[in-house]
């Protein structure tokens, strides 16, 4: 079936990184997505990776895939508090736009 | 380039009423996506469209319904409203293969009472 794991809450340091983790159930997912959302926005499109990478880098993110365990995770590097939000993990099993998200996993930062 | 736009950005609307979102795709974009964002369900995808044509469709009973019209602009609509309705629902536009990647508006909050 399909399902999309995240923990619900994580809790960082200013200046510190932050993982966040994620399980996924098809194997069959072309990509699998981060997504940010900000109080009263919608989801801004943080980075993607596609399903024959193991690890993507884009300046403070750093995605890491592992496609036996269907395991994918984000760490932000340096987290500041402007990184404080709701982070969203979707895969892809469908195609054709079809996404399938994990409940989100909020970030507090703190000083 | 601007980005996805939604039409309104709330909404306050009866039970039984019907209502009519709105969404404009960035420009190029072919394929315009819906969510539907609540506390309990989360994101649950509703349908897609693709060139005016319903390519996918979720879970969702038929009081949900859409179109895109031939500048890739799409409308959803809703019918018979229940409380139950009430949620962010997020449009999001791509390029329209399976590798590129989806692109949200910032939403419309519609409430049902």
């Known amino acids: 079936g399909e399902d999309v794991e995240q923990s619900l809450f994580l809790s960082v340091r200013e200046g510190d990184s932050s993982v966040i983790n994620c399980t996924y159930t098809?194997?069959?997912?072309?990509?699998l997505y981060w997504y940010k959302q900000e109080p009263g926005a919608g989801l801004q499109l943080l980075t993607y990776?596609?399903?024959?990478?193991d690890m993507k880098q884009d300046q403070r993110l750093t995605v890491l895939l592992n496609k036996k365990d269907k395991h994918l995770s984000l760490r932000i590097a340096d987290t500041q508090t402007g990184d404080s939000a709701i982070y969203f993990c979707?895969?892809?099993?469908?195609?054709?736009?079809?996404?399938?998200f994990g409940a989100g996993t909020r970030l507090a930062v703190h000083p | 380039k601007a980005g996805v736009t939604q039409t309104p950005r709330y909404l306050i609307k009866t039970r039984g009423q019907q209502v009519t979102l709105s969404c404009s795709p960035i420009?190029?974009?072919?394929?315009v996506s819906w969510y539907q964002q609540t506390p309990g369900q989360g994101l649950q995808f509703l349908f897609e469209?693709?060139?005016?044509?319903?390519?996918n469709k979720g879970n969702f009973p038929g009081r949900f319904s859409g179109r895109q019209f031939s500048n890739s602009r799409s409308e959803m609509n809703v019918s018979t409203l229940e409380l139950g309705d009430s949620a962010l629902y997020l449009c999001?536009?791509?390029?329209?293969?399976?590798?590129?990647?989806?692109?949200f508006g910032n939403g419309t909050r519609l409430t049902v009472t």
């Open positions: 999001a536009s791509s390029a329209g293969t399976s590798k590129d990647p989806l692109h």
């Open positions: 098809d194997s069959s997912s072309t990509y």
């Open positions: 990776i596609f399903s024959n990478m």
């Open positions: 979707a895969e892809t099993p469908g195609g054709y736009n079809k996404l399938i």
């Open positions: 420009s190029g974009h072919r394929s």
């Open positions: 469209y693709f060139s005016e044509t319903q390519r």
